[in-house]
C-alpha cells in the first residue's frame, strides 16, 4: 500500500472508529461487535506505525494512553469554578425557590433539574471541533492539565460530531468511576494487597491524577457533562445548549428536566430520593438551576455560589439488618477493635457485611446486645458506620455484648490506653498481627515503597520465619525467597528490587515507615527536618522532644519510650548497616534555615514562580507550618493572584496581614 492510499484508509478507519465509540459510548447503541471494533483499531495501529507522516493527536488508538508526564501544569481558569450552596432539606429548596421568585418580580422563569453526580469536577475546551484542554477544578481559579487522561476516557469526545457548535467553548461535567468499575477494581486491589479506594469518586479523583494515562485508560472511567460556556452559546437557555451538546457528542443526562412549579421541583426530588439507586454511577444530590441565561445572569452571584443554582443533597443511605456476631481484631499498634459482623444488605450501590464499633465506648454508648437489629449508615463513602439499635426486635434475655480482657491473637492480658477509649495488646514484639502490620506498614508506598510486600506477603514473611522484625527485609536473598510457595522468581527480583530502592528513601520517610505510636505522616516530616538525623532523634529526652513544633508530652512520650527499647534500637542500628538513610538529605539540609519557625501560613490565589504544592514545602522546610483556613493564630496570609475577596475580607476583620509571592520569596532569601 503505497502513502496515498494509506492516508485514505487511515482517515476511513479514524471517522468510522470515531462514530462506532459514540453509538456505544454515547447512544449505548452499538451497531458492529466488539470484536469487529477490535480489528478495526488494530488495524488502524499497524497503518499509523507503517505511515507515521500521519499521525493525528485526536486519532482513537491514543485512547489507549500516552508515555509517562512528569507532572501536571496549573492552568487559569478562564472562568472561575465557583462551588454552588448546599441544601439539605425541601424546605431549603422551597426557600430558594421563593427567593428566585421575589428576586424575578413578575418574570416567568423555569427551573432545571440534574442529578449530582458524585466524581471529579472537570472543564474541557474544545476549538473547531476538536478537544484541545482538560482542567480540573482545583481551588476554583486554577487547576491542573489533565488533558492527556480525559483523552483516554471513552465518553469524552476528541473530535465533535457535525453541529452548530461555536468556534470556541467550555464545557464542565464529572469524571466518573461507574459503580461496576469500582467493584471489580477494588476487587483486584484486595487480591493484590493494596489498600482499598473509599468511595467510586476518590478512585475516579486519585486515576486522574495517575502519572501514566495508560494505566489510566485501563480504569474505565466515564463522564457526564452539565454546563456550557461560551461567548456564542446557540441557545438562550440552559436546557437547550446540553441538548445540542449532546448531539454534538457528549454524554448528557437524560434524566434532567424541566421544572415550571415548586410542585414539580419537590415532585423531582421525591423521585429521585429512591430512583438514584439504580443508576450506574454514583450520585450524592441533585443540582436545580434557573434555565435563562439572561435570568441566571440578573440574578448574578454572592462570594462563592451562583444565586441562581442550588445543589440538594441526598440523606445518607441507611437500613437496619440484623448483628451475626462482633468479632475483636488486633492491629498494628496492638489497639484491638470491635467488628460488626452483619446479615449482608445493599446500601449506596455495595454489600454491607460488616462495620466498625470503634471501641468499648461506642458499644456501651450505643447498648449493643446479641441478636440485635442494627441500623448502618452509609452516604458517598463506602466505610459503613453503625448509628443505633433497633430495641423493639431484640430478642428476650440477650446478653450485652462485651469487650473482650485479653488479645484475641495472642493472649496477652489487654491495658487500656490513658486518656483515650482504646484497649491495647502490650505485646507489640510477639503479637502476630501486630509484627506483621508493622513490616506490611513499612514496605507500604508512602513509606519505604517496597514493591511486592503487602498484607499476604508480609504475612508470609512472617510465618516462614524470614522476617520477625522489619530490619529482616534487609537480609532476605533470593534463595531464601525462592523457598516459599507463593513467590515466583519474578516476585522475588521484585521485592529485591524494591528493598535495594528503598535505600534511597528520604529520612523523614524512614522516621515514617518505622510505626512510632501517634506519629503519622505529618508529624514524622516535622520531627524529621526538626531533628535533622537519627543519632539526635535517639539522644532527645522528652522535654526537648515537646519543643519540636506540634509534638506535645503525650507524643513526646511515644517517642521517648519507643526508642528507649532495646528491639527498635537494635532494628535502627541494622537498617543503618544496611544502607537506610539516616539523616535528612544534603539539599534539604542546606535548604532550610527554620526562617518561618512558629509562623502559621495560609495559601490563597495563583503564584508565578513555585506551585501551591512547592510553596507547602517550603514553608515547612523553612520550620512553618501551613493551615487551609484563616484564624486569629494565622501569622500571614502568603497571597497570589486572585485570592479569593472572602478570604480577603476575612484577613481585613482579624488584621492579618497579607504578603505577596516576592515579599514572601524575599522573607526566604529567594528574591
Given at each position: 500500500m503505497?502513502?496515498?492510499?494509506?492516508?485514505?484508509k487511515?482517515?476511513?478507519?479514524?471517522?468510522?472508529l470515531?462514530l462506532?465509540?459514540?453509538?456505544?459510548?454515547?447512544?449505548?447503541?452499538p451497531?458492529?461487535?466488539?470484536?469487529?471494533?477490535?480489528?478495526?483499531?488494530?488495524?488502524l495501529?499497524?497503518?499509523?506505525k507503517?505511515f507515521?507522516?500521519?499521525?493525528?493527536?485526536?486519532?482513537?488508538?491514543?485512547?489507549?494512553?500516552?508515555?509517562l508526564?512528569?507532572g501536571?501544569?496549573?492552568?487559569?481558569?478562564?472562568?472561575?469554578?465557583?462551588?454552588?450552596?448546599n441544601?439539605?432539606?425541601?424546605?431549603?429548596?422551597?426557600?430558594w425557590?421563593?427567593?428566585?421568585?421575589?428576586?424575578l418580580g413578575?418574570?416567568?422563569?423555569?427551573?432545571v433539574?440534574?442529578?449530582k453526580?458524585?466524581?471529579?469536577?472537570?472543564?474541557?475546551?474544545?476549538?473547531n471541533?476538536?478537544?484541545?484542554?482538560?482542567?480540573?477544578?482545583?481551588?476554583?481559579?486554577?487547576?491542573?492539565?489533565?488533558?492527556?487522561?480525559?483523552?483516554?476516557?471513552?465518553?469524552?469526545?476528541?473530535?465533535?460530531?457535525?453541529?452548530?457548535?461555536?468556534?470556541?467553548?467550555e464545557?464542565?461535567?464529572?469524571?466518573?468511576?461507574?459503580?461496576?468499575v469500582?467493584?471489580?477494581?477494588?476487587?483486584?486491589?484486595?487480591?493484590?494487597?493494596?489498600?482499598?479506594?473509599?468511595n467510586?469518586?476518590?478512585?475516579?479523583?486519585?486515576?486522574?491524577?495517575?502519572?501514566?494515562?495508560?494505566?489510566?485508560?485501563?480504569?474505565?472511567?466515564?463522564?457526564?457533562?452539565?454546563?456550557?460556556?461560551?461567548?456564542?452559546?446557540?441557545?438562550?437557555?440552559?436546557?437547550d445548549?446540553?441538548?445540542?451538546?449532546?448531539?454534538w457528542?457528549?454524554?448528557?443526562?437524560?434524566?434532567?428536566?424541566?421544572?415550571?412549579?415548586?410542585?414539580?421541583?419537590?415532585?423531582?426530588i421525591?423521585?429521585?430520593?429512591?430512583e438514584?439507586?439504580?443508576l450506574?454511577?454514583?450520585?450524592d444530590g441533585l443540582?436545580?438551576?434557573?434555565?435563562?441565561?439572561?435570568?441566571?445572569?440578573?440574578?448574578?452571584?454572592?462570594?462563592?455560589?451562583?444565586?441562581?443554582?442550588?445543589?440538594?443533597?441526598?440523606?445518607?443511605?441507611?437500613?437496619?439488618?440484623?448483628?451475626?456476631?462482633?468479632?475483636?481484631?488486633?492491629?498494628r499498634?496492638?489497639?484491638?477493635?470491635?467488628?460488626?459482623?452483619l446479615?449482608?444488605?445493599?446500601?449506596s450501590?455495595?454489600?454491607?457485611k460488616?462495620?466498625?464499633?470503634h471501641?468499648?465506648?461506642?458499644?456501651?454508648?450505643?447498648?449493643i446486645?446479641?441478636?440485635?437489629?442494627l441500623?448502618v449508615?452509609?452516604?458517598?463513602?463506602?466505610?459503613?458506620?453503625?448509628?443505633?439499635?433497633?430495641?423493639?426486635?431484640?430478642p428476650?434475655?440477650?446478653?450485652?455484648?462485651?469487650?473482650?480482657?485479653?488479645?484475641?491473637?495472642?493472649?496477652?492480658p489487654?491495658?487500656?490506653?490513658?486518656?483515650?477509649?482504646a484497649?491495647?495488646c502490650?505485646?507489640?514484639y510477639?503479637?502476630?498481627?501486630?509484627?506483621?502490620?508493622?513490616?506490611?506498614?513499612?514496605?507500604?508506598?508512602?513509606?519505604?515503597?517496597?514493591?511486592?510486600i503487602?498484607?499476604?506477603?508480609a504475612?508470609?514473611?512472617?510465618?516462614?520465619?524470614?522476617?520477625?522484625?522489619?530490619?529482616?527485609?534487609?537480609d532476605?536473598?533470593?534463595?531464601?525467597?525462592?523457598?516459599?510457595?507463593?513467590?515466583?522468581?519474578?516476585?522475588?527480583?521484585?521485592?529485591l528490587?524494591?528493598?535495594?530502592?528503598?535505600?534511597?528513601?528520604?529520612?523523614?520517610r524512614?522516621?515514617?515507615?518505622?510505626?512510632?505510636?501517634?506519629?503519622?505522616?505529618?508529624t514524622?516530616?516535622?520531627?524529621?527536618g526538626?531533628v535533622?538525623?537519627?543519632?539526635?532523634?535517639?539522644?532527645?529526652?522528652e522535654?526537648?522532644l515537646t519543643?519540636?513544633?506540634?509534638?506535645?508530652?503525650?507524643?513526646?512520650?511515644?517517642?521517648?519510650?519507643?526508642?528507649?527499647d532495646?528491639?527498635?534500637?537494635?532494628?535502627?542500628?541494622?537498617?543503618?548497616?544496611a544502607?537506610?538513610q539516616?539523616?535528612l538529605?544534603?539539599?534539604?539540609?542546606?535548604?532550610?534555615?527554620?526562617?518561618?519557625e512558629?509562623?502559621?501560613?495560609?495559601?490563597?490565589?495563583?503564584?508565578?514562580?513555585?506551585?501551591r504544592?512547592e510553596?507547602k514545602?517550603?514553608?515547612?522546610?523553612?520550620?512553618?507550618?501551613?493551615t487551609?483556613?484563616?484564624?486569629?493564630?494565622?501569622?500571614?496570609?502568603?497571597?497570589?493572584?486572585?485570592?479569593?475577596?472572602?478570604?480577603?475580607?476575612k484577613?481585613?476583620?482579624?488584621?492579618?496581614?497579607?504578603?505577596?509571592?516576592?515579599?514572601?520569596?524575599?522573607?526566604?532569601?529567594?528574591?
Amino acid at each position: 500500500m503505497d502513502a496515498k492510499d494509506a492516508k485514505i484508509k487511515i482517515e476511513k478507519l479514524r471517522s468510522d472508529l470515531h462514530l462506532h465509540n459514540h453509538n456505544y459510548y454515547i447512544l449505548n447503541a452499538p451497531v458492529i461487535s466488539d470484536k469487529e471494533f477490535d480489528y478495526m483499531m488494530k488495524e488502524l495501529e499497524k497503518l499509523e506505525k507503517e505511515f507515521p507522516e500521519f499521525d493525528d493527536p485526536l486519532s482513537p488508538t491514543k485512547r489507549v494512553g500516552s508515555d509517562l508526564t512528569k507532572g501536571f501544569d496549573h492552568i487559569v481558569h478562564k472562568r472561575p469554578m465557583m462551588s454552588l450552596s448546599n441544601s439539605y432539606s425541601i424546605d431549603e429548596v422551597d426557600d430558594w425557590f421563593e427567593r428566585l421568585k421575589k428576586a424575578l418580580g413578575n418574570e416567568r422563569f423555569q427551573v432545571v433539574g440534574e442529578l449530582k453526580f458524585d466524581g471529579t469536577s472537570i472543564s474541557v475546551t474544545y476549538k473547531n471541533g476538536l478537544m484541545v484542554r482538560a482542567v480540573t477544578r482545583g481551588d476554583g481559579t486554577q487547576g491542573d492539565d489533565v488533558t492527556a487522561n480525559v483523552k483516554t476516557i471513552r465518553s469524552v469526545p476528541l473530535r465533535l460530531q457535525p453541529g452548530d457548535w461555536p468556534d470556541e467553548f467550555e464545557i464542565r461535567g464529572e469524571i466518573l468511576m461507574p459503580w461496576e468499575v469500582f467493584e471489580k477494581i477494588n476487587a483486584e486491589r484486595a487480591y493484590n494487597e493494596e489498600p482499598l479506594f473509599a468511595n467510586p469518586r476518590n478512585a475516579a479523583s486519585g486515576t486522574l491524577k495517575m502519572q501514566d494515562s495508560k494505566e489510566v485508560a485501563k480504569r474505565h472511567l466515564d463522564a457526564r457533562f452539565y454546563y456550557l460556556l461560551s461567548d456564542n452559546l446557540p441557545y438562550d437557555n440552559h436546557f437547550d445548549n446540553l441538548q445540542a451538546a449532546r448531539r454534538w457528542g457528549f454524554k448528557v443526562s437524560k434524566e434532567m428536566q424541566l421544572l415550571d412549579s415548586l410542585e414539580a421541583v419537590n415532585d423531582f426530588i421525591n423521585l429521585w430520593d429512591t430512583e438514584r439507586k439504580k443508576l450506574p454511577v454514583a450520585t450524592d444530590g441533585l443540582v436545580f438551576k434557573i434555565n435563562s441565561l439572561k435570568q441566571q445572569l440578573n440574578l448574578g452571584y454572592t462570594a462563592k455560589s451562583p444565586r441562581w443554582a442550588i445543589a440538594y443533597k441526598f440523606n445518607p443511605e441507611n437500613a437496619c439488618t440484623p448483628l451475626k456476631f462482633v468479632s475483636f481484631e488486633t492491629g498494628r499498634m496492638g489497639i484491638v477493635t470491635p467488628v460488626a459482623n452483619l446479615e449482608p444488605v445493599l446500601l449506596s450501590g455495595t454489600i454491607v457485611k460488616r462495620a466498625s464499633l470503634h471501641n468499648d465506648d461506642i458499644i456501651q454508648e450505643l447498648d449493643i446486645h446479641e441478636g440485635d437489629w442494627l441500623y448502618v449508615e452509609k452516604g458517598g463513602e463506602i466505610i459503613p458506620k453503625i448509628t443505633g439499635v433497633d430495641k423493639s426486635k431484640r430478642p428476650e434475655d440477650a446478653p450485652k455484648i462485651k469487650f473482650v480482657d485479653r488479645c484475641p491473637e495472642c493472649g496477652t492480658p489487654l491495658v487500656r490506653i490513658y486518656g483515650d477509649a482504646a484497649w491495647c495488646c502490650p505485646n507489640h514484639y510477639g503479637c502476630r498481627p501486630q509484627i506483621t502490620g508493622k513490616i506490611e506498614h513499612f514496605c507500604a508506598r508512602r513509606m519505604m515503597d517496597i514493591d511486592g510486600i503487602g498484607e499476604e506477603t508480609a504475612e508470609l514473611l512472617f510465618s516462614c520465619g524470614l522476617v520477625e522484625r522489619i530490619a529482616d527485609l534487609y537480609d532476605l536473598t533470593f534463595e531464601k525467597l525462592q523457598t516459599l510457595d507463593r513467590i515466583g522468581e519474578k516476585s522475588a527480583k521484585r521485592i529485591l528490587d524494591g528493598i535495594e530502592a528503598s535505600k534511597k528513601v528520604p529520612f523523614e520517610r524512614v522516621v515514617y515507615a518505622l510505626s512510632i505510636p501517634n506519629v503519622g505522616e505529618t508529624t514524622a516530616k516535622r520531627l524529621a527536618g526538626y531533628v535533622k538525623n537519627m543519632d539526635t532523634l535517639l539522644s532527645m529526652n522528652e522535654d526537648e522532644l515537646t519543643s519540636v513544633p506540634d509534638i506535645g508530652p503525650i507524643i513526646a512520650k511515644s517517642i521517648f519510650n519507643f526508642f528507649r527499647d532495646p528491639i527498635n534500637i537494635n532494628n535502627i542500628t541494622r537498617l543503618r548497616e544496611a544502607g537506610v538513610q539516616m539523616s535528612l538529605s544534603s539539599d534539604k539540609l542546606e535548604a532550610g534555615n527554620n526562617r518561618l519557625e512558629g509562623k502559621v501560613i495560609v495559601i490563597s490565589g495563583t503564584f508565578a514562580h513555585h506551585s501551591r504544592d512547592e510553596y507547602k514545602d517550603i514553608i515547612e522546610r523553612e520550620g512553618g507550618k501551613n493551615t487551609g483556613s484563616i484564624s486569629k493564630k494565622t501569622s500571614f496570609v502568603l497571597a497570589g493572584d486572585n485570592m479569593g475577596p472572602s478570604k480577603r475580607d476575612k484577613c481585613e476583620k482579624l488584621g492579618i496581614p497579607l504578603v505577596s509571592e516576592d515579599e514572601f520569596l524575599q522573607m526566604i532569601g529567594e528574591g
